[in-house]
Every structure is written in structure tokens, then in C-alpha cells.
């Protein structure tokens, strides 16, 4: 029995959980071997050939802060962009999660480049499927015609392949990933690595997100500092935690990265970073406008900064009626609990620019956007999605400057902006 197509990717994954857990005393006999670090001593694993390129903001928000500030001490001016009255203007982006959603967000780009106003940022940051589209996001305009390719021209064959049910009992997950990280080595080639380390040393930096499993907590990645190493394996571990960021938990098994601690080699396991935040920025763990000042004290002008958020997805409700029955209903709930995590990252991040004096900036899906399918990874639905955000992004993003759901006392006070 498989769990063939047509059906989206989520709904023959509950179908499938839903007939492990019916047999799960059996399997649990039947656990996969694994090497993980002591867990008293799990903070003090290091990546052989690296110095700092991870980092824990929960619980070690000191480390991620002293990484963020050389940043802006060592920054050129290629990491802002200088007003005609002096002020210099800094542009963050942060790229959400989403799945084949991330067709959107690209469009979004690659019309912005072609409107002719998108910035050069001093920071990208990306989830899961925003992890995938970072980086070329991150190195400019020309790079448009790869993460166009990477999303047009896909179908679900070419990003995962579904295990038969009695395989999954032995499994890891529901489906294969090995497509998607063929995917991710025809496209983050050993040039596009040398060319984040570049912009690396200039000051720019590009971060993505993974969730430790062992640790329960989120793990920023520095990958202009992983690009900037010396180690030859650096690439590979560049694609290794990109596809960790996208690896559906159950759905996708985890990645095992190696780590070193007193001489001995254990590992850790990393899935989707969309487990904990389906975006972040990096003003969550640092006063940005103070750091700014610190960094420049010559510096007697103004400082403006723009936070720009694509959210890969939709963030208004989507009626329908749903089927009694295991598989309706939970698929139901999980995309919704997905979709509100989105929405709440939207209000976690806006929170966090008043902090700073940051300018606020979102888009998503339209609401009145209707899906020609809800199958993941379908190849004419993520063109239409693709063709959507090239449209907006080339004739002006119509940004959002407040959160979903927030309203002011006067309706006309809700703002939408344009490039």
C-alpha cells in the first residue's frame, strides 16, 4: 500500500501517522541508532573547523548579541544605503516559511528587482522554505533567474518520495527527502557559497533558522560565517542546514549534523525551524537603534530602518467545509495551527521593530486568493503563485505596515504602503 497521488503531502502524512500510531507498541522496538551529545553537556558541542555559526537565543541570547554587534562595527558601506540629506537607511528582510507557498515570495523578488526599488539588505533571515530562497535573496537581483527556475519548475517528485506504509514503521518519516537535497546541491553551487562569504565580510549577514529536537529550542545559523570558513566540507554543511530549516517534522526525517565535544564525535538532530517561528529578525535580541549609535559614534545623522516580512502563505481565514473523519480534520487543524503561527510571528516581529524604531512592512497572499489545488509542490499552482507575486512586486508591493488583526479606533487608519 502506498499513499500515492493526487492528495497533498500533508494529508497522506496524517493518513499514514494515524495507522503507525494503531501499531506503535510494536514498532517502538524498532527505534533508528543514534549518537546524541550527553544532554548536561550539550552546550558545550562544538562543529569541527568552525568557530561561532549557531546560536541559541533562548538561552544563550549573549552570544547570538556579540555576533550581531560586529556586524555593524565592522560594516562597509555597501550595508546601507545613504540618503541625499546623509541619513543612512539600513533594510532587513525576513523570508517566512510556507512550503510550495515559497513560489509566492519569490515572485515577490523577482518583481521587486524589476520595479527597480529593492534594496541591497544588511540582513536576510529565513525559515524553512524562506530558508531555501535566503540566500539568493541575500546576493541580489542576480540570482532572480535560479530561484525562479527552483520554483517553477518543480512537482512533488522532485522534492520528496512517500515511503509504503510498512516502511514507515522503520522510518524516520513519512516521505524521502532525498530529492529536495539533490534540489538544494544543483542550486547552492560552491560560487553562490564564495559569494555569501563576500558579502559576509562587508558587514551583510544571512541568517536561517533549524529547531534542535534534543535541545527544544530554536538554532540561528550564520551562513555567511560558515562560508567564510576554511574547512573544504564547508559546503556541504551550508546545503546540510538548509535542508534541516525545511525538514517537516514526520514528514521529512531531521538532519543529524556532527558535532565534537572532548575529542569525541556525537550528533545532533535538527528539523524544520518552523517548529518554533515561522520567521524571525534579529532586533528580537538586541536593541538595533542603541547598537547603531554604539557602532558609529562619528555619525551625527539620522538612522532609518526597514524591516520587510514575506509571509509565504495566506494570513486570512480560508472557509470551507471539512469532512468527518481522522484525516480531514486533523490536516484541518494542523494547517491552521501553521497559519496562526505565522500571523503571531507577525505580531512578535512588529512588537519587536516599536522597540527599535523600526519601520514595519509585511505581504501575503491576498485575501481573496482561491488555491487551484491543495496539493504541495503542484507545479501550476506554484507558476500561479509565482506569476501573483512578480505581478505586485513589479507594480508596487502593497506592503502592510500593522499586523493582522489590528485595528485602530478609525477603520481609514489601517495603512497599506507601496514601494
Known amino acids: 500500500m502506498r499513499c500515492d497521488r493526487p492528495g497533498s503531502l500533508l494529508r497522506c502524512s496524517i493518513r499514514a501517522i494515524g495507522a503507525v500510531v494503531v501499531v506503535l507498541a510494536v514498532a517502538a522496538c524498532s527505534t533508528l541508532i543514534r549518537n546524541p551529545i550527553p544532554l548536561d553537556r550539550n552546550v558545550d558541542a562544538t562543529i569541527a573547523g568552525y568557530s561561532e555559526i549557531r546560536y541559541f537565543p533562548l538561552t544563550e541570547p549573549n552570544r547570538i548579541r556579540q555576533a550581531i554587534r560586529q556586524a555593524y562595527y565592522s560594516e562597509s558601506p555597501e550595508c546601507y544605503e545613504t540618503a541625499p540629506d546623509g541619513s543612512r537607511i539600513y533594510n532587513y528582510l525576513a523570508i ?24 541591497r539588505f544588511k540582513v536576510v533571515t529565513g525559515v524553512s522554505t524562506g530558508a531555501l530562497i535566503a540566500p539568493f535573496a541575500f546576493l541580489g537581483s542576480g540570482y532572480d533567474a535560479p530561484i525562479k527556475e527552483a520554483y517553477t519548475t518543480v512537482n512533488p517528485d522532485r522534492i520528496y518520495l512517500l515511503r509504503r506504509l510498512i516502511a514507515i514503521l522503520w522510518a524516520e518519516a513519512v516521505a524521502d527527502n532525498r530529492p529536495l537535497k539533490e534540489l538544494v546541491r ?32 530554536p538554532v540561528i545559523w550564520d551562513l555567511g560565517q560558515i562560508s567564510s570558513s576554511k574547512d573544504p566540507a564547508k559546503v556541504d554543511l551550508f546545503r546540510s542546514v538548509l535542508v534541516a530549516s525545511s525538514a517537516i517534522p514526520v514528514v521529512f526525517p531531521p538532519s543529524l549534523i556532527t558535532v565534537n565535544l572532548d575529542g569525541k564525535t556525537y ?4 528539523s524544520d525551524g518552523g517548529v518554533f517561528f515561522q520567521s524571525f529578525f534579529i532586533g528580537s535580541v538586541v536593541n538595533l537603534r542603541k547598537l547603531i549609535a554604539d557602532a558609529h559614534p562619528d555619525f ?37 495551527l501553521l497559519k496562526v503561527s505565522g500571523i503571531n510571528d507577525l505580531w512578535r516581529l512588529y512588537l519587536a521593530t516599536q522597540h527599535n524604531n523600526i519601520e514595519f512592512r509585511y505581504v501575503s497572499l491576498p485575501a481573496d486568493y482561491v488555491r487551484s489545488t491543495e496539493e504541495e509542490f503542484n507545479e501550476a499552482e506554484m507558476n500561479r503563485q509565482y506569476d501573483l507575486g512578480y ?15 489590528f485595528h485602530l479606533q478609525a477603520e481609514d487608519e489601517l495603512v497599506q504602503v507601496t514601494n
Open 300 to 336: 551625527t545623522g539620522q538612522s532609518v530602518q526597514r524591516l520587510y516580512v514575506i509571509r509565504n502563505g495566506s494570513t486570512t481565514p480560508n472557509r470551507k467545509v471539512v469532512n468527518r473523519g481522522l484525516g480531514s480534520i486533523a490536516s484541518r487543524a494542523i494547517a491552521t
Open 391 to 405: 505581478e505586485m512586486g513589479k507594480t508596487g508591493i502593497p506592503w502592510m505596515t500593522l499586523p493582522p488583526g
Open 186 to 217: 544543483t542550486y547552492i553551487t560552491p560560487a553562490v557559497v564564495e559569494a555569501v562569504a563576500a558579502e559576509h565580510a562587508k558587514g551583510r549577514r544571512l541568517y536561517v533558522a533549524s529547531t534542535s529536537m534534543d535541545r527544544e529550542e
Open 96 to 119: 517566512s516559511g510556507g512550503g510550495s507557498d515559497g513560489a509566492f515570495g519569490t515572485g515577490i523578488i523577482n518583481g521587486w528587482t524589476e520595479h527597480g526599488d529593492r534594496p
Open 267 to 270: 550528533d545532533e538532530m535538527h
